[in-house]
């Protein structure tokens, strides 16, 4: 056996004996259920809402099972003394970390999969979505947490490696991984209106939510990988300062320390990197076309002609690959249930300077969707995501009926007539008004009571 495999296995054996951690996972699957339960009545019970409100219920819930299962994994070696057993045998901080690391995630991983299975049972007992609930559904959002949890493990382990006291740990994991860079970002949002439009959605909100449809975001997952090994990275170099108290090698000392804030400018200026680019992988288990409600498809259905739908976003968006799959699945459903012919156009304020500004015009700010169909349009603001709710909503305004609206002319006067034809009359005018969807109509002034 390697000392990484020892050191999880010995790792895994006090976590699941440890009372303590039961009672947290309970308590986290609770937390997990309740908000599973409020993001799907919200939804309306939509099937096709399902995956999204699970993996957002987990999202929320696992930067606080992290800083949970972690918090003790190092932290504690250090008031057992088995720590100064490890860092004065063969051991390597890397090695010892690693070991760490992996029983953390696994744990984690134990974890999502048992709510995944709790979800799904209980949504098998509950009888309208009987037919429609599957594990495989799922399986998408259990591989985009799956990812998150490791960058959560990282920083958990992290944490712990730098305290003897487990509750300073689990705060500081807390705050770090969700409390702090979820409030910045949405203060910033609020606070500072130029920049709205660009930030969007939280990114890690906005990824799971794309990864949820089946669409993966690369360029995150790369991410990922580089948060994750700046945390364990920053772990060993802390486990090595640890191992040099009292050697006297204070060059030593301050190298390290400068190799950490090295490593820590290169994983952001990578992450900076990374997130100028769009590459997407498309998961096969994950439908790439989503299911609409039998509302929906009714909506859907119901269009005719030809519907324009303009994107305007930015392309390199966290959200823009789920609004690509909604586009995507409405032009399908309108094909197979004889709806009208949607076309699509993606208009991207950063590089289409010109459509952007055309729309501006219009009075649309990004992101959104604009939608128009035979002189009638309805815009879909997508600051706050979008879902099925959202769409079918702007769809039906297309397709319900509303009343006419009546252009008056007066006559009686001497004034010039809408239906004369003559080069003098106002027939031309009629015309491009009827064409805009009005009615022209007479009105007498002298003989009307009201307007």
């Not at 799956?146 to 705050?175: D, E, G, N």
Request: glycine share 6%; aromatic share 12%; proline share 2%.
């Amino acid at each position: 056996m390697t000392i990484v495999s020892a050191i999880r296995s010995r790792t895994l054996s006090r976590l699941f004996s440890s009372r303590l951690q039961a009672v947290v996972a309970s308590l986290l699957w609770a937390a997990q259920a309740a908000l599973f339960f409020f993001y799907f009545r919200n939804a309306q019970y939509c099937v096709s809402e399902m995956a999204h409100s699970w993996v957002c219920s987990c999202a929320l819930v696992l930067p606080f099972a992290a800083a949970f299962f972690g918090m003790g994994v190092v932290s504690s070696e250090y008031d057992s003394g088995r720590m100064d057993l490890y860092l004065t045998s063969a051991a390597k901080e890397g090695q010892i970390i690693s070991g760490k690391f992996a029983a953390v995630w696994l744990v984690m991983s134990m974890w999502l999969a048992a709510c995944l299975f709790l979800t799904c049972l209980s949504c098998n007992l509950f009888s309208p979505l009987r037919e429609s609930v599957s594990a495989v559904r799922l399986l998408p959002s259990l591989l985009a947490l799956l990812f998150q949890s490791v960058v959560f493990a990282a920083a958990s382990v992290m944490f712990s490696s730098f305290t003897r006291h487990v509750a300073v740990a689990c705060a500081a994991s807390i705050l770090t991984t969700s409390v702090l860079p979820g409030l910045s970002w949405h203060v910033a949002g609020k606070f500072l209106s130029a920049w709205r439009h660009r930030l969007g959605e939280f990114p890690l909100d906005a990824h799971v939510s794309d990864m949820a449809s089946g669409v993966f975001p690369a360029t995150s997952v790369a991410c990922y990988a580089v948060l994750a090994a700046l945390f364990l990275f920053v772990a060993s170099k802390r486990l090595s300062l640890q191992r040099m108290v009292g050697a006297g090698g204070r060059r030593s000392r301050f190298g390290t320390v400068c190799a950490m804030l090295s490593a820590a400018v290169f994983a952001v200026s990578l992450t900076v990197l990374f997130s100028n680019f769009s590459l997407v992988v498309k998961v096969p288990a994950g439908s790439s076309n989503i299911e609409f409600s039998k509302q929906a498809l009714e909506v859907i259905s119901e269009t005719r002609g030809v519907v324009n739908v303009t994107c305007f976003m930015l392309k390199n968006s966290p959200s823009y690959g789920n609004v690509l799959q909604y586009m995507r699945s409405i032009e399908r459903s309108a094909e197979a249930h004889g709806g009208g012919r949607f076309t699509f156009t993606y208009v991207d304020p950063a590089w289409d300077v010109s459509s952007a500004q055309r729309l501006v015009r219009d009075s649309l700010q990004p992101p959104c969707i604009l939608f128009e169909s035979s002189h009638r349009r309805a815009v879909l603001s997508l600051e706050n995501g979008i879902n099925e709710r959202y769409l079918i909503s702007a769809i039906k305004q297309l397709t319900s009926a509303s009343a006419r609206r009546v252009v008056y002319w007066t006559k009686g006067h001497g004034e010039i007539l809408f239906d004369d034809y003559s080069s003098n009359g106002m027939s031309d005018i009629a015309r491009f008004l009827r064409a805009d969807g009005y009615e022209n109509a007479f009105i007498d002034l002298a003989g009307e009571e009201s307007i």
